[in-house]
């Protein structure tokens, strides 16, 4: 079985000797950008990056083609090596080479001035991924109704300990908070009913180093290894969760944000399966899994993680 990883650990001279094999292309420059490899050729500049998660690579790559047929264009191609492989295998892991996006950064986390445009370039993306036939999915790519089910593990587990004895103040005051949490966003779900939006193929790695803003205000999204299909709901609460909690969940940005990517003026109390994805969000169903197994710690990242989540209720609080 290949061993995969994120970073490309090889040395520069080694990932030059290995584009230049398997591509037609001569290397001018290479130098190590976070996890990949920023390769300067002859023909243009690309990334050099390890395979994590990606051995569907030719589905992905499907999806990509899909994309840019469909003239969404602010996504990075995948290269293809000279035997038309997308792959390259070499000392027991995989590696790809992809299009390095020119004249574009990353979102600036301390400002809101992209939101907007963010929430236009996620809802096309979305709208052309969500017709692609159901049978083409990979299976480990198909994560319907797995957040529904983990919340409804989560309140089995709930009922469980509701008489449990705890031992700290710190105990008593976790498990109340996520008592009234799990059971908030179980309230909506039954009150609201199913997500107003069609499933799509979502990108699911919406933190800032993935959202690119060119000088025409366009933002481009890059690294679709975590591609999965779900209510689209998972992509803007994860872009929501890294990038709002920095900013105490400032109402008018968030109605911005959801306006431009519905098309019309829309706030979160508009969207209340959104609300209850927040409400119990990935994170914190894997912390009261953590508690719920006496593994959570008394330490300064679960108070501040408790405490960014506290910040979060005045969204829901009347």
Same mark, same amino acid.
């Given at each position: 079985? %290949?061993?995969? !990883?994120?970073? =490309?650990?090889?040395?520069?001279?080694?990932?030059?000797?290995?584009?230049?094999?398997?591509?037609? &292309?001569?290397?001018?420059?290479?130098?190590?950008?976070?996890?990949?490899?920023?390769?300067?050729?002859?023909?243009?500049?690309?990334?050099?990056?390890?395979? +994590?998660?990606?051995?569907?690579?030719?589905?992905?790559?499907?999806?990509?083609?899909?994309?840019?047929?469909?003239?969404?264009?602010?996504?990075?191609?995948?290269?293809?090596?000279?035997?038309?492989?997308? &792959?390259?295998?070499?000392?027991?892991?995989? +590696?790809?080479?992809?299009?390095?996006?020119?004249?574009?950064?990353?979102?600036?986390?301390?400002?809101?001035? /992209?939101?907007?445009?963010?929430?236009?370039?996620?809802?096309?993306?979305?709208?052309? %991924?969500?017709?692609?036939?159901?049978?083409?999915?990979?299976?480990?790519?198909?994560?319907?109704?797995?957040? $529904?089910?983990?919340?409804?593990?989560?309140?089995?587990? &709930?009922?469980?300990?509701?008489?449990?004895?705890?031992?700290?103040? /710190?105990?008593?005051?976790?498990?109340?908070?996520?008592?009234? #949490? %799990?059971? +908030?966003?179980?309230?909506?779900?039954?009150?609201?009913?199913?997500?107003?939006?069609?499933?799509?193929?979502?990108?699911?790695?919406?933190?800032?180093?993935?959202?690119?803003?060119?000088?025409?205000?366009? =933002? *481009?999204?890059?690294?679709?290894?975590?591609?999965? *299909?779900?209510?689209?709901?998972?992509? &803007?609460?994860?872009?929501?969760?890294? !990038?709002?909690?920095? !900013?105490?969940?400032?109402?008018?940005?968030?109605?911005?944000?959801?306006?431009?990517?519905?098309?019309?003026?829309?706030?979160?109390?508009?969207?209340?399966?959104?609300?209850?994805? %927040?409400?119990?969000?990935?994170?914190?169903?894997?912390?009261?899994?953590?508690?719920?197994?006496? $593994?959570?710690?008394?330490?300064?990242?679960?108070?501040? /993680?408790?405490?960014?989540?506290?910040?979060?209720? !005045?969204? *829901?609080? #009347?």
């Amino acid at each position: 079985m %290949l061993k995969i !990883h994120v970073d =490309v650990k090889l040395p520069a001279s080694r990932v030059k000797e290995l584009v230049e094999y398997h591509y037609t &292309l001569i290397v001018k420059s290479i130098s190590k950008v976070r996890a990949a490899y920023r390769v300067e050729t002859d023909q243009g500049v690309f990334a050099f990056k390890n395979a +994590y998660k990606l051995q569907d690579i030719d589905f992905i790559e499907k999806m990509i083609q899909t994309l840019h047929r469909q003239g969404f264009h602010r996504i990075p191609k995948i290269i293809f090596c000279k035997d038309h492989r997308r &792959l390259i295998s070499y000392a027991k892991e995989l +590696y790809y080479l992809e299009e390095w996006l020119p004249n574009v950064t990353e979102v600036n986390r301390n400002k809101m001035n /992209w939101l907007t445009p963010a929430g236009e370039t996620l809802s096309e993306y979305h709208q052309i %991924l969500a017709k692609i036939p159901l049978d083409i999915i990979p299976k480990q790519r198909d994560s319907t109704g797995k957040w $529904e089910a983990k919340l409804q593990k989560s309140l089995r587990r &709930l009922q469980k300990i509701c008489k449990r004895t705890f031992r700290t103040d /710190w105990e008593q005051t976790l498990y109340s908070f996520f008592h009234d #949490r %799990l059971l +908030y966003a179980q309230n909506l779900l039954e009150s609201s009913g199913p997500s107003p939006f069609s499933p799509t193929l979502c990108h699911g790695s919406l933190h800032h180093e993935n959202i690119m803003i060119d000088p025409s205000n366009k =933002v *481009w999204l890059i690294d679709y290894e975590r591609m999965t *299909w779900e209510d689209p709901t998972k992509d &803007l609460a994860q872009l929501m969760e890294y !990038h709002f909690p920095s !900013h105490d969940w400032p109402k008018a940005p968030i109605e911005e944000f959801l306006s431009s990517y519905c098309g019309t003026s829309v706030g979160l109390d508009d969207i209340p399966y959104l609300k209850a994805r %927040l409400a119990a969000s990935s994170k914190l169903l894997r912390n009261f899994r953590a508690f719920y197994q006496g $593994e959570i710690e008394y330490d300064m990242q679960t108070i501040n /993680w408790l405490k960014k989540e506290r910040a979060k209720e !005045h969204l *829901w609080s #009347r």
